[in-house]
Every structure is written in C-alpha cells, then in structure tokens.
C-alpha cells in the first residue's frame, strides 16, 4: 500500500503556489506538536517532500505557547496568528524560510473569521479590540465603540468599508461597519453574519437568522423607506480649565424633502435627554439650527432623525462665566 499522509491542520491559506497550515495539538501520529507546514510547491496534496530541492515541502517547530486563532496571507506573506503574537513567514523556497516573530495583540480565539484587507491593510478581531496591521505593528481603531467587549467576530471587506458583525458580553449580535477612508464607524443593525464573501464588487454574507444569502449593497432591490439613524457627540465643554459656559450651539444641517431631525442635550453627565429643536424638511436647501442649552458645566448633544440629512458642521459658543 503507497499513501500519503496530510498534517492535522488548525488553519489552511495558499500563498505563492503552495498551501500553508499550521497545528497545535495531536499529529496523525498522535504526537503533540506546535508546527508550521507548507505543501511542496504546485502540489497541494504532497507535504513529506523533503529532497533538498527549492519545491521542496517545508516544517518547522515554534517556541510560543497557545493554540493558533487565524490564518491569512499578507502582501505576500503568510501569517499565522496566536492571541498573544504573529507569525510571519518570508523567503520563497525552503532553504531561506524565515519566521518573524512578533508579540503582539493577535486574533482573538473564536473569531479567525474577523480577517479581511481592505486597500492592502489587514483588519481583525484582537481579544481587547479591532486592530488594523500595514506590515509595522498591530494598532487599535475601535475606541470609538466603547468599553463593550465583543467576540464571536465575522467580518468581509469591499470597496474602503470593513464589515464586521460581532456579539456582545449578552450575547447580542451588532453589524458594525467601518470607513476606512473617513476613519469613522456606523453600526448597521443586529445582523449575525456566519460568512463573508466579496464576488465581482458585490459582499455577500449569510444570515444566521434565517440561513439566506445576502448582500451588504443590495443592488438588485432599491429600498426607498426613510432610514432611521442616530448621532451622539462626546462630552462638549471639557477642554478649558477657566469657568466658561457654552451658550449656543449652531449646526448647518441639509435636510431632504419629508426627512425630520430631532436635537437632544444631555446636561452634566445626568443621564437624561431633554429635546432642544425640531425640525422637518419642506425643500431640499441647507439650515442653520441655532441651539441655546442651559448654563452648565458640561453637556453632550443627540441628534436623531429620519430620512435623508447632512451635517456640514457643529460649531459651540462659549463665553466667560464667574467665578462660581
């Protein structure tokens, strides 16, 4: 009997004509290992090519400790993720394989999916936060979602947006998407993607709610339903150390025939909303929406609408109080 034996494998990427993976935990010879493999050059089904040529297969022991929690190839490079670090393979024939070790924040354990690039920067879920790499070091790029920690990460790419859909520490999925060209984020709806899959400038996703294949674009039905939406700023007023006050606040805002916006104002951290302003649009042409809060310390603004808007600008007035 003549067979070939494949390595268990955690993780399966293609690079540069061969398959990579990797394994930590029991062998097909029930050995434990902590390996990195590649299959011999252009043939995806021979692993145990060892002859001392340059298509030769290729397997290597790693030091760090901790099950692997993603795969993806990289501007080129093969990288293989652990929690706590990265793995990055260069050369292009085994003789000169090298593997760069770096510790850092790696993909958190259950979301290997949360991998995606978009205009040649890498995306992903790390066990505190999403993280983007550009070949230098992994940085943070969520602050702007709060202290919520979230896991269980899927997310796609396609044009400057990345999508990620993800649960909370209830266990309440949230589809968040992010501008990479505006570095702004947007929170779509409680949609639970299981898999993305961008295909001739299309992203497709399937739902978990019902089992559908779906598009993030949508451009084979147009919804022309107004679209309820939602803006909160951070705490206004904090920034001077002098008793100052800010007496008015003016946002220039374009409203579309039918849309409505609603101005709301949080005083001092008290944990309610009172409504400033309303407003609703009669022609399409731009309004400037003069807003007098109440003299206090510090305060935050909500702005809620429905329907097509724009905001150009928001711009507070402050003026010098007393000393009290």
Request: aromatic share 12%.
């Amino acid at each position: 009997t003549v067979r070939r034996l494949m390595p268990n494998m955690d993780f399966i990427i293609e690079s540069e004509n061969r398959l990579w993976g990797c394994r930590y935990g029991l062998s097909v010879d029930n050995v434990f290992v902590n390996e990195i493999y590649a299959s011999k050059l252009g043939d995806f089904k021979n692993w145990n090519s060892f002859q001392g040529v340059s298509t030769d297969s290729y397997a290597v022991s790693l030091g760090t400790d901790g099950q692997f929690t993603g795969a993806i190839t990289h501007l080129g490079y093969p990288i293989f993720f652990k929690e706590n670090c990265m793995h990055k393979i260069y050369g292009n024939f085994p003789s000169n394989f090298q593997i760069q070790t770096t510790a850092c924040r790696g993909v958190q354990k259950g979301s290997e999916k949360s991998l995606a690039i978009v205009n040649e920067v890498l995306y992903y879920k790390s066990r505190t936060a999403v993280c983007y790499y550009d070949g230098s070091l992994p940085a943070e790029i969520s602050s702007a979602l709060g202290d919520v920690a979230y896991h269980d990460a899927v997310a796609g790419a396609i044009g400057n947006k990345y999508y990620i859909s993800m649960a909370d520490d209830n266990g309440k999925y949230h589809l968040f998407v992010y501008n990479t060209q505006k570095g702004m984020w947007h929170r779509e709806d409680n949609t639970q993607a299981a898999e993305f899959c961008n295909c001739h400038g299309e992203l497709y996703y399937i739902d978990c709610a019902d089992k559908k294949i779906k598009t993030v674009k949508g451009s084979g039905v147009l919804d022309t339903s107004k679209i309820a939406w939602e803006a909160v700023t951070g705490v206004l007023g904090t920034d001077s150390p002098d008793k100052k006050y800010i007496s008015r606040i003016d946002v220039r805002i374009k409203l579309a025939l039918g849309a409505r916006v609603f101005f709301f104002v949080q005083y001092d951290s008290a944990g309610e909303w009172e409504q400033l302003y309303s407003m609703e649009g009669t022609t399409l042409k731009t309004f400037a929406v003069p807003i007098r809060p109440h003299r206090c310390d510090h305060l935050r603004l909500k702005i809620v609408g429905e329907g097509d808007a724009k905001i150009y600008s928001i711009c507070k007035t402050i003026e010098q109080g007393s000393d009290l």
